[in-house]
């Protein structure tokens, strides 16, 4: 069974009522964040993943308030770039593991901590995904040199 905006507003309902920095979204406000969700996430989270990211969104106690709540609870449930949720990667590798076991299961900061964690590799962060935007990034350094025309690009800061 996927999710339904019933389902999804119902949860925001009550962690507004649970936690004290979140706000009851309005009607317009929770058809505007359904809307605004791949489709792909309806399509892929049951009640269950929903009620899992719940959990651990109220038993974390390093949960980031400077993220909007309904993208706060998507980093339980998906691969993340950057500490954000990339839907595109699809949900966590370890996921069915961390379901299956009762209680708060801090995510993990690097691939190193994904491994102790649960022996699994490849999946949690930019630096470890070949397609994600801190690979892209890495090759900047090596345009701050001079090109063929003689004129030299910066990064800005007067480096070269």
């Not at 076991?101 to 999946?123: C, M, R, T």
Request: no cysteine; hydrophobic share 40%; aromatic share 6%.
């Amino acid at each position: 069974m996927t999710i339904t905006p019933i389902h999804y507003g119902e949860l925001l309902d009550a962690l507004a009522e649970l936690v004290p920095f979140v706000r009851r979204p309005s009607a317009n406000a929770m058809a505007l964040l359904w809307s605004t969700i791949p489709q792909q996430v309806g399509d892929e989270l049951t009640p269950q993943h929903l009620a899992y990211a719940a959990e651990q969104f109220v038993q974390d106690p390093g949960r980031p308030t400077d993220l909007p709540t309904h993208l706060a609870l998507f980093r339980y449930l998906y691969r993340l770039e950057n500490g954000l949720p990339n839907f595109r990667w699809g949900l966590r590798q370890d996921l069915a593991i961390r379901m299956a076991v009762e209680g708060f299961h801090p995510l993990p900061a690097s691939e190193a901590d994904l491994i102790a964690q649960h022996g699994l590799a490849n999946g949690d962060g930019a630096r470890q995904e070949p397609s994600g935007v801190l690979d892209h990034l890495s090759v900047l350094p090596s345009m701050a040199t001079e090109q063929p025309n003689g004129n030299s690009i910066s990064n800005g800061n007067g480096v070269q």
